[in-house]
């Protein structure tokens, strides 16, 4: 029987043999999600995917932790100290374990109010990408989750997609990995229809935000868009058929 340090220094052996570029890492993935309000944990001021995300999308041991910061705009997020935190979070795991940063913030709200905020916007998230592959982890784009208002024909008023747009060309420009957020919840919300869409809501007349129900939809819905992307997401991630059936076929779920 061997110990666990055996294991670990068969590990290693491996490793140094296939080449010191290869680390001893484990199984485990950690995710740790950068955002604002809509990311962040549901309280008075905000709610987003990520709570939703981390408690019922992954497999323990692997986890998430959610950054999500109200208000934040990818400005705010660096330079307030938001950054820094999970950079040093992402270093302190990425050498045992395999670290993704998801990046999302809806810029409608915060980052338009910036001076110069198209350019900001995009060297704020090319700094980002380049900052979390320096610390040995990998990152991930997100656009925006759509505002959940409806016109009178029931599609989605929502002015995010040229900031979905921007992401995603500053993740293309480095091959980064992203999941279009925006487009799959403009999807998804056109086709349940505003009654199901209300029941989402934070609170009444908050069409930004998420209540915990919303949270699970939102957070299963990114999930689904990162299995899809990546195998080895996949192989950490916990299923839920139900659900993913559900946001397939446009079907509310609460
Ligand atoms: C709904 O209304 C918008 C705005 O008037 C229009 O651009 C869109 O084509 C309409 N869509 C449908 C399916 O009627
Ligand atoms: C997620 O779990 C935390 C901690 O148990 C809890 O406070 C929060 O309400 C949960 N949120 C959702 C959307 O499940
Ligand atoms: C979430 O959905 C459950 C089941 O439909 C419901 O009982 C609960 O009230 C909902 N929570 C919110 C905050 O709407």
Known sequence: ???????????ACTAGALGAHIRNRDATSVFLLAGDSTTA???DGGGGW??????????SPSF??????????????????DW????SEASRHSSSKTVYVTIQHQFGHNDQKLSNFVETYKSNLRRMISDVKANDAIPIIVTSISRRKYRSNGTINDNLETW????ISVANEGETMYIDLWKNSVKYLEK?????????DLKSGDATHLNGNGSIVFGRM???LLCEKSAAIRAVAKQDEKLSGNIEAGTPSF
Do not use: C, P, W
């Not at 932790?65 to 705010?76: F, I, K, M, R």
């Not at 820094?84 to 950079?87: F, Q």
């Open 1 to 11: 029987m061997l110990f666990k340090k055996e294991i670990l220094s068969l590990l």
């Open 41 to 43: 944990k549901q309280t």
């Open 50 to 59: 990520g709570e939703g995300f981390k408690n019922f999308t992954i497999s």
């Open 64 to 81: 998430a932790v959610n950054y999500g910061h109200n208000g934040a705009t990818t400005s705010s997020f660096i330079s307030g100290g």
């Open 84 to 87: 820094e935190t999970v950079l």
């Open 164 to 167: 979905a747009g921007y992401a």
């Open 192 to 200: 349940i229809g505003e009654t199901a869409a209300r029941k989402l």
């Open 222 to 224: 990114v999930m689904d």
